[in-house]
């Protein structure tokens, strides 16, 4: 049975335990407001942080490439130093610290910090902590300490970490107490998911009132190998050597890049830009003549998403897809099959009377060529009478610009968009950015704006275009799939965009068949690739060597297919004053793909000058 | 039973008296919430977001508790009472944190089983009392849930429940003499368990500590501070310079010192005098209803919330020593809110099969 008196007797305590609450806000409210907010003001809270341990950046195979290790740092409690003490501390501090100078010492405690870090005790001996306790002012806080495993072989993919800056603590909100923030690489692209929260430390007049634990930051895997990487750093890097000791340049070669990409997916499994650096130096503190000599030689440039290089015959395949889909064939040829007559040289007139001779790279011709045969043995004669085809078609109309659309809808001119920063774009000239350069940059283009010849240098991957190596990689692999989707290194929290393009399965097979043809006798890449034996019957490329102004070694380009029954991986390769790229850049990608097939590695040796 | 015409916000409309409060309740948390952060942002780290997503929640179970009938209620209350006990277990094998385990981590939030516990508790006693059923399997269900919290360990949740038990069982005909045999029970076994050392010596210690020493918590000494700093009008209402002061956990358990800094003496007084009116109105629905099931349930419900209100006020000004219990609909906690929406709902139900409404 329910009984309401006893119900009554409950709220009665209730209402006896509330009047009670009443009275304690009366007297904190309205009695002693003035009292205790004088209290208040005379509180003294401050925060310091410590930075939270960074998320791990792991290859495809599991393989640590980055990692975060706490380890013990010795601060000094600046609160709790005052006159009596400080020479105590400072002589501590000397005594124990050798390598520290009397200056830096000073500094310490001249800070501003509330906690001034002295020194990584790892690096010093265990009783060095024994001795610490008795000193009040000196407080251990585990600090994580960022290292790269592989030093300088990610560079450029993984990047490393430094002081943030203003514009960076604005963007950043953990960067502020992580007193670190991605730079550069995968360490910034990726700085929301692998920096944590960091540490959060009260004090009240000097003395720790709360510690609020770091929440780590979160690890990533991402699509690189480590051992197709070293692979690649390697083949690279012989053939630069291979370049210097062939060609007589004003300047040293140094710079190339590579990108190893899977077809099917769009993921990257190495890239390498070289000269690289060792991102450690970054952590300990790097002299100022160490970080001047890098940047002399460029080596901070990922020249793999940077590198704006004019892409040479490596480009001839989008007038080669625009050819076949538009039907668009030399004067003489009404189809892909059709041979015509190359004579080693051009000779053309435009309907203004003006009549040149253009000189192919071979002076005595390439004979009856067809666009098989064009591509493989990268006869410019054949590419320049498509030009001419469609400016005497189209010229001065809305199709004029046929060319550019087709490398556009290839993703040229435009961000790969890659999970990596600072991205460059690359230009594909036209009419219209000719009449905008005469503007702004009259010193590169004729008065005369865009002309039939400026075409037929674009078309040959020649004159003011230039492209990064990721861009011409994405390139094929659009042409090879029919998919243009952004590369990635990390796919977890990124967006791809998929589009598709109008290619046909049997255009593929037409091109891989004559990409097959450049690595196979008679073929520009043959050289290169002999060592290989049979299996060059599988292997596919494109060579390119593209000219640059002045006293500059050509450009060597290569564009490697590894299968042309099962195309797996597409390997781009180039190398700056490089010279022919079938005799530098072909080698060098033929090294990756020996690899790649899981065969024998034989040194990287110099093909054959073409071109 | 009649047959009721389901409506949109239940059958026969909802009671707007009951949804109003609640209402009312949730929008005081968020401004609360508001003037502690003072950012607007649409990351679900902002605590006003993550409030605000937990009222929507607490807003559906609200409602779909005011489609569930009584009869209903009173027939779950066994099962209840068992899922109870097995997610306390299941608790015990989850991570510890900050020295506990207590929650289930469900990514978004996590799951505190103790406020489920105290839902299933008052349902099944309200059940086991109405019925005059007091089985030995039923009163072995109410023990080992208490010393399960117990064991989490949560003493404030552990005292609460104790006090729910003791309280259905005294508005209940049961005699004196045997409640007072109880309460000896448990002083009697509180002090072996402290023999044994099963009660953590750091348990006892505060609560020694607090009514020993002047000193009182670090936590408990800066919220005083802070709820002075609201003064009769609030920090809101008289334009003063705006002094801050460091009080921790101040989104959860010490949200009440915040919100009378915010909103001063008269804040006070407004949100306490929201709460004894609701009181008034859940009383006289308990002397008007003919179910006895309907009595205990809601007498159990009212001693659940007051005291949870008053154990945290209490905590926050500095009366009683440190326990941890979240402020009914005002601290930020999704359990804590779906728990109480489930309460408003069944309450809202009641209403609504007495033909209360408003």
Redesign the interface.
């Known amino acids: 049975m329910f009984s309401k008196l006893r119900l009554n007797v409950i709220f009665l305590i209730f209402a006896i335990f509330l009047s009670l609450i009443f009275r304690e806000l009366f007297i904190l409210q309205i009695i002693n407001n003035d009292e205790n907010t004088q209290d208040i003001i005379s509180q003294n809270f401050e925060t310091f942080y410590i930075p939270a341990p960074r998320g791990e950046i792991l290859d495809l195979n599991g393989n640590k490439l980055a990692e975060s290790i706490l380890e013990p740092y010795l601060f000094l409690n600046q609160k709790k130093i005052n006159e009596e003490n400080i020479t105590i501390y400072k002589q501590f501090i000397s005594f124990n610290f050798n390598e520290l100078t009397n200056e830096e010492i000073d500094n310490f405690f001249n800070s501003q910090e509330l906690f001034v870090e002295i020194a990584n005790l790892n690096e010093y001996e265990t009783d060095l902590r024994i001795k610490i306790q008795d000193y009040e002012a000196f407080q251990i806080f585990n600090q994580p300490k960022r290292t790269y495993i592989y030093k300088d072989l990610f560079s450029h993919v993984i990047g490393y970490i430094g002081k943030p800056n203003q514009n960076e603590l604005i963007e950043y909100s953990n960067a502020f107490g992580n007193k670190t923030v991605g730079k550069n690489g995968l360490e910034r692209y990726y700085e929301n998911i692998l920096s944590g929260q960091p540490s959060e430390i009260t004090l009240q007049n000097g003395e720790i009132i709360e510690i609020k634990p770091a929440v780590p930051g979160k690890d990533i895997q991402i699509t690189v190998d480590v051992n197709a990487q070293e692979v690649v750093k390697e083949s690279l890097q012989q053939g630069i050597i291979l370049a210097n000791k062939s060609f007589d340049t004003v300047n040293l070669i140094e710079r190339g890049a590579v990108v190893v990409q899977k077809i099917d997916t769009g993921e990257i499994t190495a890239m390498v830009s070289l000269p690289d650096f060792d991102p450690n130096q970054f952590v300990l503190g790097i002299s100022e003549f160490e970080f001047k000599k890098l940047n002399r030689t460029q080596a901070f440039n990922n020249f793999a998403i940077q590198g704006l290089y004019p892409p040479g015959s490596v480009f001839k395949v989008v007038a080669y897809w625009l050819a076949v889909n538009e039907g668009i064939f030399p004067e003489d040829a009404s189809n892909s099959g059709q041979y015509v007559n190359c004579e080693g040289s051009l000779s053309f007139g435009f309907d203004d009377g003006s009549k040149q001779v253009y000189q192919d790279w071979k002076p005595e011709g390439h004979g009856r060529v067809n666009l098989s045969e064009a591509l493989k043995q990268s006869c410019n004669v054949y590419f320049w009478d498509i030009a001419l085809k469609i400016w005497r078609t189209f010229g001065n109309t809305d199709s004029e610009a046929m060319l550019q659309e087709y490398s556009k809808e290839l993703g040229f001119s435009s961000l790969s968009k890659i999970d990596l920063p600072f991205e460059k774009e690359g230009v594909i000239p036209d009419r219209e950015l000719f009449e905008d350069w005469k503007i702004s940059k009259p010193e590169l283009v004729r008065p005369e704006g865009w002309l039939g010849g400026d075409l037929m240098n674009l078309i040959i991957g020649q004159g003011a275009i230039t492209t990064t190596p990721i861009q011409v990689s994405n390139a094929y692999r659009a042409l090879l799939t029919g998919i243009k989707s952004n590369p990635y290194l990390f796919n977890e929290d990124l967006n791809i965009n998929e589009e598709n393009i109008n290619i046909s399965s049997e255009f593929i097979n037409f091109l891989l068949d004559d990409l097959n043809l450049v690595t196979n006798p008679g073929g520009t890449a043959y050289r290169s690739f002999q060592v290989m034996g049979d299996l060059t019957y599988d292997i596919g490329g494109k060579t390119g060597t593209a000219q640059n102004a002045g006293d500059l070694n050509n450009t060597s380009w290569f564009v490697g297919v590894d299968s042309i029954s099962n195309p797996k991986y597409l390997i781009v390769t180039v190398v700056e004053e490089g010279g022919s790229g079938s005799a530098v850049a072909a080698p060098v990608s033929r090294r990756i793909i020996q690899y790649l097939l899981e065969e024998d590695l034989t040194p990287v040796e110099f093909g054959e000058i073409t071109e | 039973m009649i047959n009721r015409r389901i409506t949109i916000l239940g059958p026969e409309g909802t009671n707007v008296y009951v949804i109003f409060q609640y209402l009312i309740f949730c929008v005081i948390s968020w401004f609360t919430l508001f003037n502690i952060t003072n950012e607007i942002g649409l990351d679900i780290q902002n605590v006003l977001v993550r409030q605000i997503t937990f009222t929507l929640l607490g807003l559906t179970v609200f409602f779909l508790f005011t489609y569930v009938s009584i009869s209903n209620i009173f027939a779950l209350s066994n099962v209840l009472m068992i899922s109870s006990t097995i997610l306390l277990i299941g608790v015990l094998f989850t991570v510890e944190s900050l020295g506990a385990r207590r929650r289930y981590d469900l990514g978004v939030f996590d799951f505190q089983p103790s406020e489920f516990t105290k839902i299933a508790f008052v349902i099944f006693l309200a059940a086991v009392i109405?019925q005059k059923r007091n089985n030995l399997l039923g009163l072995a269900l109410i023990l080992s849930n208490i010393l399960l919290v117990y064991s989490q360990p949560d003493l404030g949740t552990t005292i609460i429940l104790l006090s729910v038990v003791l309280?259905m069982y005294?508005?209940?005909?049961v005699k004196l003499k045997t409640l007072l045999a109880f309460l000896i029970m448990m002083f009697v076994s509180f002090f072996i368990l402290l023999e044994f050392d099963l009660v953590s010596s750091f348990q006892v210690q505060r609560i020694t500590d607090f009514y020993s020493a002047e000193i009182q918590d670090?936590s408990q000494k800066q919220s005083?501070?802070?709820?002075?700093?609201?003064?009769?009008l609030g920090d809101n209402l008289s334009n003063t310079e705006n002094?801050s002061?460091?009080v921790?956990v101040q989104t959860t358990d010490f949200i009440f010192s915040s919100f009378?800094k915010s909103y001063?003496?008269i804040g006070?007084?407004t949100l306490?005098f929201l709460w004894?009116f609701f009181?008034f109105r859940v009383?006289s629905l308990?002397?008007t209803t003919n179910s006895?099931f309907e009595?205990?349930l809601l007498?159990g419900f009212m001693?659940l919330l007051?005291l949870q209100i008053?154990i945290n006020?209490?905590t926050v000004?500095?009366?009683i020593p440190l326990t941890g219990d979240p402020f009914p609909l005002l601290s930020l906690g999704g359990s804590s809110i779906i728990a109480v929406s489930t309460i408003f709902g069944i309450i809202n139900r009641i209403f609504i099969e007495n033909n209360q409404v408003i």
Request: charge should be neutral; include cysteine; hydrophobic fraction near 60%.
């Open positions: 109405s309280g005294f508005i209940s005909d670090f005083r501070l802070q709820i002075s700093l609201g003064g009769f002094i002061i460091f921790p009378a001063g003496f006070c007084i306490l004894i009181g009383y308990i002397i006895e009595k205990f007498a001693i007051y008053l006020i209490a000004v500095g009366l």
